[in-house]
């Protein structure tokens, strides 16, 4: 008798929890089923930048067929791009702001965040703050003023004037996420090589820049990225193809008038897009670590 | 006993001298620490000074001025505006496109880290890659691929709707339907942000609060609204607020996309500071509606810095 209900409950239990992992199976199923979905429906644009990049311009106008397929590829696109001298120059341009952006944006966040975040002094409290809320302008915000600005120090039409500028928008954030990974830091770690003798200046080059890696390789992304991809401050301040970037360049430039080039427009898009393509690619992890801790952008 | 009092006698002086030695040395090296750490700062502070803070009080001091910058109007500008039918559309425009958007963005990243969630991690990451394509994409650029998407004749939106025996749609030529298109593109660059957000906050849930939860007798949806969402809350409430200052003073979309059009129905703040203060020459009039934009940005702000602030507290406790 008892044996009986032992077994009928054990074989309750096992079906019980065979129905669980079914139960569990059918919901793992169904999110690839939805992501697919999604994954379809987000990267579409992306697929059709591909596709218009490998058409030629008479496949463009002719206007027959499927449009999301590329019936003759040709890479007449690809190399009309990288043989051209103004796209080259844009290219050229956007790599030595970005460069100059993210160096001096990093130097001066990491200077800070040390500071902040281990030294502190009358008012340091405010400063932190006052930084995160600096992060939260933006930059449609005070373009006008700082064209007038850029105008007095006479950087109109100049990309250095890039280089000015975009530091204040990736320093904020940058210092933010910073003083979240030195703090994270053990103190005992900095009063050790204080007693050692170690000047501040050393235990930041030799300790924190080193444990903070990570944090680094966010910030940098960060900064990246903000020079890459800005749009406001060149479409204003700049109008002369040898000084554009590549995000004007490429909207001023292949755009003519009436006459759109979209086998052009879309290889350079591709073109342009592939550096922060490839990096997220490579550190993902580190940027999504950095973001998701510290605080928030989109 | 004398060398017990000796000992102490011999060894006080000197010990309480090195003290007091040791407490000014100490005030030097305070001090001499507290400047470096300013001159550590200075950099940023200089920077912030000059092209944020700066800036800020001058764009107050230009929206005061006329047209040519040579006398005061007073808030003849901002009066201006806001009895001008464009402007009226643009503050509905940009408060439709903010707040649709952003709602949209929160409902279907929450949907995304939900179903992510589910999957193991070596394919997550790779779902997850996938899905931050179009974030990853310099806004700029992606904006034109939707342009041309978008485009009227031989586009890969009409064709499909064509396929279907369906009549060709006007995307951005028709006022309403180019304000969807804006939002459409805002919502598909945005979503995968709010998606790696929530993820991150639902690993940080413990699963014991599900076990519990589920020993109780809690069904899917009642986790969902007793477990995963109270747990979130701060979060959501920084990622939508966040959202909401990005989104509002976006640029990019409107202006690649429409320019403003049609009849000016799809300008937000930051396209019509564009258009009257660098095509038209009117600086003033142009830092008057950026202005504007500041009541907004600043009340979001404020709640921004509190959740931040709250949550720091949270993962020190």
């Known amino acids: 008798m008892s044996a009986t209900t032992l077994g009928t409950a054990h074989a309750r239990h096992i079906a019980r929890r065979h129905s669980l992992h079914r139960q569990r199976q059918w919901a793992l199923w169904g999110s690839y089923a939805a992501l697919t979905v999604f994954v379809v429906i987000f990267l579409a644009p992306p697929f059709y930048t591909v596709m218009t990049s490998l058409k030629s311009s008479a496949e463009i106008s002719a206007e027959q067929g499927n449009p999301w397929i590329v019936h003759h590829p040709t890479l007449a696109n690809f190399w009309y791009l990288i043989t051209y001298p103004n796209f080259q120059t844009y290219y050229l341009n956007s790599a030595i702001v970005t460069v100059l952006t993210v160096v001096i944006s990093m130097t001066i966040s990491v200077l800070a965040a040390f500071s902040l975040a281990r030294m502190g002094f009358w008012g340091s409290q405010t400063l932190s703050t006052s930084v995160f809320l600096t992060y939260l302008v933006p930059p449609s915000l005070l373009f006008l003023p700082l064209f007038q600005i850029v105008g007095w120090i006479h950087l109109i039409n100049s990309y250095w004037c890039l280089v000015l500028l975009y530091p204040t928008l990736a320093v904020p954030f940058c210092t933010w996420i910073m003083i979240g990974y030195f703090s994270s830091i053990p103190k005992e770690l900095d009063e050790a090589a204080l007693i050692d003798g170690a000047g501040y200046l050393q235990i930041l080059w030799k300790i924190f820049i080193p444990v903070a890696m990570p944090g680094i390789i966010a910030a940098t992304i960060f900064a990246f990225t903000v020079a890459w991809g800005q749009f406001l401050y060149p479409l204003a301040y700049l109008y002369t193809s040898n000084q554009m970037v590549l995000t004007v360049g490429i909207v001023s430039d292949l755009i003519r008038g009436d006459v759109f080039q979209w086998g052009k427009i879309m290889a350079a898009n591709l073109l342009a897009s592939l550096p922060p393509i490839i990096i997220y690619a490579c550190l993902m992890d580190y940027y999504v670590a950095g973001l998701t801790a510290g605080a928030t952008k989109g | ?317």
């Open chain 2, 1 to 317: 006993m004398a060398d017990g009092t000796s000992i102490p006698i011999g060894v006080m002086p000197p010990a309480r001298s090195a003290a007091r030695g040791g407490r000014s040395t100490m005030k030097r090296l305070a001090q001499q620490r507290s400047t470096t750490a300013f001159l550590l700062c200075l950099p940023l502070i200089l920077l912030v000074a000059a092209f944020v803070v700066y800036p800020a009080f001058y764009a107050i001091y230009l929206s005061l001025l006329n047209k040519k910058m040579t006398g005061f109007v007073g808030l003849g500008n901002f009066a201006f505006l806001l009895k001008r039918h464009t402007f009226q559309l643009v503050i509905f425009q940009s408060c439709l496109f903010a707040v649709t958007a952003v709602v949209f963005k929160a409902l279907l990243g929450f949907i995304l880290a939900h179903l992510m969630h589910n999957l193991a991690g070596k394919n997550q990451r790779i779902w997850r890659g996938l899905l931050l394509v179009p974030w990853v994409i310099p806004l700029a650029l992606s904006t034109l691929t939707w342009w041309w998407m978008f485009d009227p004749s031989y586009s890969a939106f009409n064709w499909i709707l064509n396929a279907l025996g369906f009549q060709s749609v006007p995307w951005l030529g028709v006022g309403w339907i180019a304000r969807v298109c804006t939002i459409t593109v805002n919502i598909w660059f945005g979503t995968p942000f709010f998606m790696i957000m929530y993820l991150a906050a639902l690993k940080s849930v413990p699963e014991q609060l599900y076990e519990a939860a589920a020993i109780d007798g809690a069904g899917p949806i009642q986790k969902l609204f007793f477990v995963t969402l109270p747990m979130m809350r701060n979060i959501i409430a920084i990622t939508v607020l966040f959202s909401l200052i990005v989104t509002f003073a976006d640029f990019d979309i409107v202006r690649i996309l429409t320019s403003g059009g049609p009849q000016d129905m799809t300008h937000v703040f930051a396209t019509y500071a564009f258009q009257i203060g660098i095509q038209s020459g009117d600086i003033p009039l142009g830092a008057a509606d950026s202005l504007f934009m500041f009541p907004i940005l600043a009340f979001a702000a404020f709640f921004v810095l509190r959740g931040v602030t709250q949550r720091t507290k949270e993962i020190a406790a």
